[in-house]
T-cell receptor, first 113, second 112 residues
Framework: AQSVTQLDSHVSVSEGTPVLLRCNYS??????LFWYVQHPNKGLQLLLK??????LVKGINGFEAEFKKSETSFHLTKPSAHMSDAAEYFC???????????FGAGTTVTVRA | DAGITQSPRYKITETGRQVTLMCHQT?????MFWYRQDLGHGLRLIYY???????DKGEVPDGYVVSRSKTENFPLTLESATRSQTSVYFC???????????FGDGTRLSIL
């Protein structure tokens, strides 16, 4: 069985500064890992995915995440936050070839001008 | 444009009424899913479908019915709506199990 823990429920950053969203996971098998973003009144949009290829994964809008098996982590980063990055972010895990997703509780990102 | 479309976006109904939420995808994805999103509970899987005419229960299926006669459509029906079913409902699809799921914009359902 897989599970996800997002270590911060809320992150506040200034525009132009780095963003770090932390995610730890547990999985019985080789995991697939995803980060999704949800803007108000919208569905979840895929930012990036890890599926056992390169451990550093680049996504859309300047985001990237690093898979660290020894630490069971998949933290999301962005070098410079933009006002449009204000949203809810979900770390998601699934066992490879399994339909079932396990969602983290979400991290709300606030960007200060 | 290709994508996944949910309708209606907003719906208000009364307890005891039947209501159907629609989901249509243009990718010909095999898998389709229905989730509900509630504060304090996150996203919970209601039902999923691996292919046309194949559906199965998720985590919270009680009070809901689904069908999938065509690959592209996956309607969700609340047979007799209750206030506890007030929620935001999301439909999603994926090509294969383990592949990323792509979400619609959701239906905000209020049951009075």
């Amino acid at each position: 069985a897989q599970s996800v823990t997002q270590l911060d429920s809320h992150v506040s950053v200034s525009e132009g500064t780095p963003v770090l969203l932390r995610c730890n996971y547990s999985s019985s098998y080789s995991p697939s890992l995803f980060w999704y973003v949800q803007h108000p009144n919208k569905g979840l949009q895929l930012l990036l995915k890890y599926t056992s290829a390169a451990t550093l994964v680049k996504g859309i809008n300047g985001f990237e995440a690093e898979f660290k098996k020894s630490e069971t982590s998949f933290h999301l980063t962005k070098p410079s936050a933009h006002m449009s990055d204000a949203a809810e972010y979900f770390c998601v895990v699934s066992d490879a070839n399994d339909y079932k997703l396990s969602f983290g509780a979400g991290t709300t990102v606030t960007v200060r001008a | 444009d290709a994508g996944i479309t949910q309708s209606p976006r907003y719906k208000i109904t009364e307890t005891g009424r039947q209501v159907t939420l629609m989901c249509h995808q243009t990718w010909s994805h095999s898998y389709m899913f229905w989730y509900r999103q509630d504060l304090g509970h996150g996203l919970r899987l209601i039902y999923y479908s691996a292919a046309a005419d194949i559906t199965d229960k998720g985590e919270v299926p009680d009070g809901y019915v689904v069908s999938r006669s065509k690959t592209e459509n996956f309607p969700l029906t609340l047979e007799s709506a209750t206030r506890s079913q007030t929620s935001v409902y999301f439909c999603a699809s994926s090509a294969l199990a383990g592949q990323p799921q792509h979400f619609g914009d959701g239906t905000r359902l209020s049951i009075l």
